[in-house]
């Protein structure tokens, strides 16, 4: 369904239909994150991604009317530079799961409470506190200075 997802969303003629097989595939990750025991990481991702951003996107798309903008096509370099990259892709993929498998870890074991709400507040308040003020803080003057930026005139807000 991940899979699914991911081409309907590449190859949709429509923007909000992308936006809503972008959608499905976060939920389909989610669903992965919750088979690998790490519920917080997927409540953030319902959370986060496919609720809070796609959100976003969506009322961009609605707000800009992306149906509505003009096709300017695509610049002659960018089809083979697309294709060398890819065939590079497939190559290094190649070389790493059958010329030298062993490089590919299968993890370790995991212990009982990896990945709990509890263990992840535990780390983030705990290891992490000053990154994770210094984000909020850099995450506050973003939101702020977008606002300004929005701001047309001084009677606007």
Known sequence: VAFGSALGLLRSKNAVYSALNLILNFITVAILYLLLSAP???LAQITVYAGAIMVLFLFVIMLLGAESLHHQGTLPWQRPLAFVLGALLLVE???IL???PGTLSTGGAVEP???SPAAVGEVLFNRYL???EVI???LLAAMVGAIVLTKRKRGDL
């Open 40 to 42: 917080f990481v997927a």
């Open 130 to 132: 000053l990154p994770f």
């Open 113 to 115: 409470g990896f990945g």
């Open 136 to 138: 909020s803080v850099l």
């Open 93 to 95: 993929s190649a070389y």
């Open 98 to 100: 059958f010329i030298r």
